[in-house]
DNA sequence: TCGATAATTCAACGAATATCGAAATGAAGG
DNA sequence: CCTTCATTTCGATATTCGTTGAATTATCGA
């Protein structure tokens, strides 16, 4: 997963509708929302909606499925996976998620660092 | 962690330069390195680069520290832990990183899905 | 085919970002 | 005190983002 793609993501997920609406679109599960729900949920006018799922959608977080008259979208969850990974891979000094440290997260350095000090 | 620190810090590593001066930050380590090496590396101006390093900063990503004339940031491993944290768990449907599914990253779901289909 | 429904695209606008050179700030050393 | 060095802040500008109503496309039902 290149840098371009992962800065894509991240500036799809930074945004309060767009965030609100990927969670939502996690906690849908595999079935997904139609953009209707989801914009009655948000509070958000259609066609602003409509704008932040296709920057979801080129960001490659969201799918999106017709159904009927309805378009059905769905969260992508391998590529938040390779988001998550990337992230620790690359922002969390590579020790993270239980590998040696047994810690919730990433941990301080390896390099140049004591490690304890 | 609030929802609008978490847009704060995705929109703050959203960007070329700044994804890229964390993870310099990040493989730097505790011990950091002031903004004029950072600038030298990302082959960035200087103004440009403060102006990114205080949006990281305000994201509360970095930390900013004066030794001697040089201003040294470092990465906040804390608060990448909080991001990814987030992520995890309210983007990835729960399942993340060896809690049962032994994968290696985000279930598919909980709620409406079967799990195995 | 006609109308109703679901959603997107278009055009326009203000607000926020990214960029850079020039001037200002803060610290060290003579 | 004055100069130098490391960075930041200040203007100014070009670009991108977020928002919205109106027009458009696509599907369904009768």
New interface residues.
């Given amino acids: 997963m290149d840098?371009d793609t992962?800065?894509r993501a991240?500036?799809a997920?930074?945004?309060?509708h767009r965030?609100?609406a990927?969670?939502l679109l996690?906690?849908?599960?595999?079935?997904g929302l139609p953009a209707g729900v989801l914009a009655e949920r948000l509070a958000v006018p259609n066609s602003s909606l409509s704008f932040h799922l296709a920057q979801l959608s080129h960001a490659g977080l969201i799918r999106q499925e017709r159904q009927g008259r309805s378009l059905i979208y769905s969260?992508d969850?391998a590529a938040?996976?390779?988001?998550?990974?990337y992230?620790?891979e690359?922002?969390?000094?590579g020790a993270?998620?239980?590998s040696d440290e047994g810690s919730?997260?990433?941990?301080?350095?390896?390099?140049?660092?004591r490690k304890s000090a």
Same sequence: chains 1, 2.
Avoid: H, K, T
């Fill in positions: 840098a992962i800065i991240l500036g997920l930074a945004q309060e965030l609100a990927f969670r996690v906690q849908a599960g595999a079935s969260a969850y938040m996976n390779g988001l998550i990974g992230l620790m690359n922002c969390c000094a993270v998620c239980g919730s997260g990433c941990a301080p350095a390896i390099s140049d660092e």
